[in-house]
């Protein structure tokens, strides 16, 4: 059985910082590009970044040198550290999971983050 357990989220006041994991079990952890996604209520789900196994990244623009993605192949686990937190940042964040020549895809069930003084 997949499964994709996210945990970090929290509150925190603006400026400050989080770090986010995933911890995945039930796939080869190595065969997976692992992405953070983040969707707020009524919005789109949208890519924050992602790694590949290769370990190059893709960030979005709006988080680019304050967000940064890590992955421990010991630990089957991806990471997001999040600094200089801003209320816009605030959303469920979600973990993926996709196979890189299958493209058969997983997701956690999200962690919150929201970001007030």
């Known amino acids: 059985q997949v499964q994709l357990v996210e945990s970090g989220g929290d509150l925190v006041q603006p400026g400050g910082s989080l770090r986010l994991s995933c911890t995945t079990s039930?796939?080869?952890?190595?065969?997976?590009?692992m992405g953070w996604y983040r969707q707020v209520p009524g919005n789109q789900r949208e890519l924050v970044t992602r790694?590949?196994?290769?370990?190059?990244?893709n960030t979005a623009n709006s988080v680019k040198g304050r967000f940064t993605i890590s992955r421990d192949f010991a630990k089957n686990t991806v990471y997001l550290q999040m600094n200089s937190l801003q209320p816009e940042d605030t959303a469920l964040y979600l973990c993926?999971?996709?196979?890189?020549?299958?493209?058969?895809?997983?997701w956690g069930q999200g962690t919150h983050v929201t970001v007030s003084s």
């Open positions: 993926n999971a996709i196979e890189t020549l299958s493209r058969q895809n997983y």
């Open positions: 790694i590949l196994s290769t370990g190059s990244t």
């Open positions: 039930g796939i080869n952890f190595n065969l997976y590009t």
